[in-house]
């Protein structure tokens, strides 16, 4: 638990702060475990519930407001990880992190979006928070938000 | 197997029928087991392996004819795991379910449409059918199908 | 050691050559391993890091030259596999392959163009090279690239 404290700490240092577990908008889980492995669903920018970060990269939102979003699905689906597990630290890994941006024509910088949230894990993780990655430019996400990413990440056994 | 008849009956009784099994478009396999997990490809709404549901939503399509089309793709991956394990009773549980809905500029109920085959997975599965989900809208999808979904699930051990 | 040489054997009696592993784009890693199972970043078609496939297909480029694009990314995710491995024998099957295709509206061959990586993994590594696959059309990709794709691939358990 001291553990964990320390992973919430370094969050609360980074001027950051973790939302209330995120509502599904439909017919499924925030977070379904399978073995070790924790799946998250399509987390979006969403700030007591509500969608903040509405708007196409390259558009109506720059490339800093992009990362901000990032960061905060990010936290969404970190908020999502303890309702399901108890304490962040019995995070093992993060295993994948997939980056969907609601992208304009002609905008290319999904990778810099991306690491909005990608910096975050490894800034709150260390090494535990090193992962592979997928960034894609998107057509439109729920909600017009602005981008929407989902994680696998592997836990601690059951004891 | 007395299970998984209650599980097509199920099916049959929400009025819907498996397909065949679907036949690749390419150079790759329907599903990929790897221990007790199973890999479902992209699935599209096809009946007797033609593509029934093409267009984009907020364009061609509505918003129950997304739905509709989310639900034919989802029986197309019900009828491919059948195939790969024998008996959709030996599902354990639906881990990911993946939906990408073909969506025009300001269409963004992707969320709503991807229920359509969420719904279905409830409905016919009970607890078992509760999965994690990512929801996005694409630019364009094979054949230009108004949704695709893939799947992962848990089964049963060999034995 | 030998079954690795044949791996690369027959990777270059097809006329291709791997690339050096490839470089992220930003705060990730190439692959992270859980397991058994290695998750390979999205791949991208660069040769000596710089990407050489850029635009939409049914713009800026064709089918073919989509395959060759889908292709390249390929050998850039084997790469990364191998420099996470050691050798690329010690891959007992593809999982699954998804592949992102940089599509302007209308383009709808999307599983074509996958298939230009489909079909090296199959000459490459026979029966093991058997994946699961899902392929998309989407708006854009990071730095303009022709296709992303990103691989899960179950690997010999570590002595």
Redesign the interface.
Known sequence: MIRDLQIEDRITELGLKMPDPPR?????????R????I????MLPRQEGKLVSVGKLGQELNLKEGQDAARLALLNGLAAIKSEIGNLAAVR??????C??N??????????V??GA??I??AVFGEAG???????????????AAV?L?L?A?VEPRE
């Open positions: 599904p908008l439909g017919a499924y889980l925030p977070v379904v399978v073995g070790n492995l799946f998250v669903s399509g890994k993060f295993v994948r992190l997939s969907y941006v992208s304009t024509l002609g905008f290319i910088e999904q990778a810099q991306a690491d990608s910096n894990l490894l090193r992962h592979s990655r997928v960034s894609v430019g998107v057509a439109e996400l729920p909600g017009g929407e989902d696998i592997e």
